[in-house]
């Protein structure tokens, strides 16, 4: 079995509510859940069911009401807002339904961006990097094109690249393929495969396509902010 | 480039229309206030040549006499009848001038032999100031050489340089001869060597300027002077100069602040009612940056949340919110400047004495932009802050999601 610090994501006893008093809802019931190294796993569950919740959570962009949140053994809970900010760029990548780049750069400058955030100037080896993901990713000859220029596939292709350029533990993915059509889908749950696969980076996808969510290693589903379902998938 | 400038270049670059726009407005307010300031002080400086032309900055009198009662009492009935001024010379005026010629603050000293007489030539009589001076220096203190009209200064004994209005009154041209008579039946004829215009008629038909010696005689002054000229290098010290040099010597000491006190007044009023129009106009820059700054910040919500998921701190977005601002107001005070530049270009032509040469000249001074540029990119950097604070503590998750 894996050692126990493969663990890279760990949550204990999450729950998070909004509002206060009279008016407060928990939307998360107390979640564990663990994800080791190389796993590529679908969380899958109905609408409201404190999917997008969840994942803000783990994502460090929301904090949990209570519960504890490891990132690759670092314990969220103690740090500040600047703390996890780098904690997020450096463990972290985001692949979001609605691709997200930022128009005003280029699709080489897009998936360099984290590196930019992180060091604060520009260097020859962080653009060096983001071409290698985007040939990796078949967008070579579109460096230089400005973001809202590229298709909607091109663009979460480049989302991709952007998500996997800081060499991250985690890479979170919300409906990564909600927005495309079924061939550029297929396209990109590949290309999530294909660098889990290479780089062992851990993936945790939410969906709500069965077809999508059969084709991971392990599926997780949500409902009414309780995980009522935990399995690996029979390799096919 | 550090990351917050390439974003905050590239944000606005996007933004094309809102940052030209914006660039415009900051540009339109610098520009009313550089060509304002350039304008006011361009007016001052030759309103304060012209009134100074032929005005030393500060006059050295012997002190008042007063009148004082012969025994102090306070039960008679007592009342003291002031004293009318003679004509007094001052003590030991060759040191004291020799020794406020080493004052650093002063440019130059000049002592005067003046007094009233009459100028007569044949039927003509007028009352004039007879002004004895020593050439040199009085020209230091008031440039006597540069204003003359006709022949040259020149006051040896026998001579006397006139103003254009006395010529006029008593028809006397160069090479004439005038009679000045003084109190006591002293009287001298003089030739007239230059005809002076001091930009004043009551001067131009007033001063008789004469050798010391000749002065001193004619005003029964002899060895004496009745006052010292001085000039300053800094105009505006005069006042409080004049009060030392009062407080050092004993003798009466007027600056030209106190002498053409309404005036001042009116300069400093003129000057205080433009600082509340800049103040306001740049209150209104202000009002304009953060407010378009305030749009953005709105429209790149989920750009800001990206951002933020990519890492970007709180302070970045600060800064790359900060810099906009001042990118604008620097850009626009460019602008602006050049604005300016080109009003007053215009404003010089259309201003003129009649005579076809400008009414003054003004100019915008490298000095005027760069103060312009700073103060603007400080504006714009001001106006920011609130803008860039409501980036800064953007929800990213409200932000993406939105």
């Known amino acids: 079995m894996a050692e126990p610090d493969d663990r890279v994501l760990h949550l204990a006893g999450i729950r998070k509510s909004y509002g206060s008093g009279e008016v407060e809802s928990e939307i998360l019931h107390g979640i564990d859940l663990t994800l080791r190294r190389g796993e590529f796993a679908a969380l899958i569950g109905p609408s409201g069911s404190g999917k997008s919740t969840l994942l803000n959570l783990i994502g460090l962009l929301d904090r949990p009401t209570s519960g504890q949140l ?21 463990r972290i990548g985001f692949v979001f339904q609605h691709h997200h780049l930022i128009p005003a750069f280029t699709a080489e400058e897009n998936v360099a961006m984290p590196l930019l955030v992180a060091r604060g100037r520009p260097d020859a080896e962080m653009f060096e990097r983001a071409g290698q993901l985007l040939d990796q990713v078949g967008l070579a000859e579109r460096k230089q094109y400005l973001a809202n220029r590229l298709s909607g596939g091109q663009q979460q292709r480049v989302a991709i690249a952007r998500a996997l350029v800081t060499n991250p533990s985690l890479v979170l993915a919300d409906e990564p393929t909600g927005n495309l059509d079924t061939h550029s889908a297929d396209d990109v749950f590949a290309l999530l495969r294909e660098f889990n696969r290479r780089q062992h980076t851990t993936f945790l996808i939410v969906t709500h396509d069965p077809r999508l969510a059969a084709r991971c290693d392990r599926i997780i589903e949500l409902v009414d902010g309780r995980i009522v379902a935990d399995q690996a998938v029979a390799s096919a | 480039m550090p990351f917050e400038w390439i974003a905050a270049v590239r944000f606005l670059r996007e933004g094309r229309m809102q940052s030209l726009l914006i660039i415009v407005g900051v540009g339109v307010g610098v520009a009313v206030i550089v060509f304002m300031s350039a304008l006011l002080s361009g007016l001052q400086a030759n309103l304060i040549k012209r009134t100074l032309s032929s005005q030393a900055h500060i006059t050295l009198l012997p002190p008042e006499e007063i009148a004082r009662p012969q025994q102090a009492t306070d039960t008679t009935a007592l009342r003291l009848q002031k004293q009318a001024q003679r004509l007094r010379a001052i003590d030991q005026w060759q040191t004291l001038r020799d020794r406020l010629e080493t004052w650093p603050e002063i440019a130059a000293v000049s002592p005067v032999a003046s007094g009233p007489a009459f100028a007569v030539r044949g039927e003509a009589n007028k009352a004039i100031t007879i002004v004895g001076i020593e050439p040199e220096r009085y020209n230091r203190v008031i440039s006597l050489a540069e204003r003359l009209t006709a022949g040259q200064l020149r006051v040896g004994a026998g001579e006397a340089v006139i103003g254009i209005e006395l010529a006029k009154d008593l028809g006397a041209e160069v090479g004439d001869k005038l009679r000045l008579s003084a109190a006591d039946g002293r009287s001298d004829t003089l030739i007239i060597t230059g005809l002076f215009d001091l930009g004043n008629k009551g001067v131009n038909a007033r001063n008789v300027y004469v050798g010391l010696r000749t002065a001193q005689s004619l005003l029964d002054l002899v060895g004496g002077v009745s006052s010292i000229d001085l000039a300053l290098h800094d105009l505006d010290l005069a006042e409080r100069l004049a009060r030392r040099i009062a407080g050092e010597t004993g ?15 009116a300069l400093t009023s003129q000057r205080v009612s433009s600082n509340v129009i800049r103040f306001f106009i740049a209150l209104s820059v202000a009002f304009g940056i953060a407010s378009v700054l305030v749009v953005s910040v709105i429209q790149r919500g989920k750009e800001i949340g990206i951002l933020r998921a990519m890492g970007a701190t709180q302070a970045q977005m600060r800064r790359i919110f900060l810099l906009q601002g001042g990118i604008v107001g ?73």
């Not at chain 2, 300016?340 to 201003?351: E, K, T």
């Not at chain 2, 003129?352 to 000249?361: A, E, H, L, Q």
């Not at chain 2, 609130?386 to 939105?402: E, K, M, Y």
């Open chain 1, 70 to 90: 490891h990132i690759d053994g670092e314990d969220s809970g103690q740090l500040d807002d600047t703390g996890l900010t780098r904690l997020r760029g450096q």
């Open chain 2, 251 to 265: 003798l009466t000491a007027d600056s030209w602040i106190k002498t053409n006190a309404q005036f001042v007044t």
């Open chain 2, 330 to 402: 620097f850009f626009g005070s460019l602008l602006g400047s050049a604005l300016a530049w080109s009003f007053l270009m215009l404003w010089q032509l259309l201003a003129r004495n009649p005579d076809g040469t400008p009414m003054f000249v003004i100019g915008v001074e490298p000095g005027l932009v760069a103060l312009a540029a700073g103060g603007a990119s400080l504006v714009g950097i001001l106006s920011a802050l609130l803008p860039a604070r409501r980036a800064a503590q953007l929800d990213p998750v409200v932000a993406i999601r939105g």
